[in-house]
């Protein structure tokens, strides 16, 4: 069976970068790109992916409220959503946290960055499959 990465996200760089890093960590995960939070939250609701990154910055709907929309989907309760930002504080996590968020993280553009957090999380949800 695949696994799937959804990555919604409006910058074609974030998806490349992501996509480049999971493959480097040969993870055995496939990212599913979505450019706005509307097409995110049609892709999750048919394939509901084992692990979800949405930027809280996007153009079509705050990424807090498509957190949201995600959550509310039956069956999405357990899957982890991560909200990233480059504006991440204690407000934006609290908000994130209340919505069902597994996290808030830094807004991810270095490879070391972006390598540990992938891992962790990866490591992480393959020990919860």
């Known amino acids: 069976m695949t696994k799937y990465i959804l990555l919604i996200d409006t910058d074609p760089y974030q998806h490349e970068f ?35 990154f949405v930027n809280f910055e996007l ?22 959503v991560y909200i990233y930002s480059h504006r991440s504080n ?3 996590a609290k908000k994130a946290n209340a919505y069902g968020a597994a996290g808030c993280l830094d807004e991810m553009n270095e490879e070391s960055g972006l390598n540990r957090c992938l891992f962790k999380v990866l490591r992480d949800g393959d020990s919860k499959s």
């Open 59 to 80: 153009d079509d709907m705050p990424g807090l409220i498509c957190l949201k929309k995600i959550k509310s989907i039956r069956g999405a309760g357990k899957i982890p």
């Open 90 to 92: 204690e407000a934006v």
């Open 18 to 52: 992501f996509r480049w890093t999971i493959e480097k960590l040969n993870s055995g995960f496939r990212l599913l790109s979505a450019y706005t939070a509307t097409e995110g939250i049609k892709i999750f609701r048919k394939v509901k992916p084992q692990i979800s």
